[in-house]
Nanobody
Framework: QVQLVESGGGLVQAGGSLSLSCAAS????????MAWYRQAPGEQRQLVAT???????NYADSVKGRFTISRDNTKNTVYLQMNSLEPEDTGVYYC????????????WGQGTQVTVSS
């Protein structure tokens, strides 16, 4: 069973920065898609950013220009650099990885809390 271990959450003032990381227990090359989701209190989990095995990225409109997703396949890790944080960015951030072989399988991290104070 694949395990995803997240780190890097915390409390930061508005305008500050945080960096999240998520390490997988097997080779990153086995994951076609890596992503970050977040869930604010009382809301559904929403997609923040994705990155493909080839390095293609996609972002939610609300974080474009402020967040950067990246992956290091040698370390089996995906990162999320968050700059110019806003109180609306507060929530639990979840790492996600998808393997397409032999069958499509989704894997989730345990979540890490990010709190942005105004």
């Amino acid at each position: 069973q694949v395990q995803l271990v997240e780190s890097g959450g915390g409390l930061v003032q508005a305008g500050g920065s945080l960096s999240l990381s998520c390490a997988a227990s097997r080779s990153a090359f086995s994951f076609n898609v890596m992503a970050w989701y977040r869930q604010a209190p009382g809301e559904q989990r929403q997609l923040v950013a994705t990155i493909t095995r080839g390095g293609g990225t996609n972002y939610a409109d609300s974080v474009k220009g402020r967040f950067t997703i990246s992956r290091d396949n040698t370390k089996n890790t995906v990162y999320l650099q968050m700059n110019s944080l806003e109180p609306e960015d507060t929530g639990v951030y979840y790492c996600y990885m998808r393997s397409d072989y032999p069958i499509k399988t989704n894997f989730w991290g345990q979540g890490t809390q990010v709190t942005v104070s105004s």
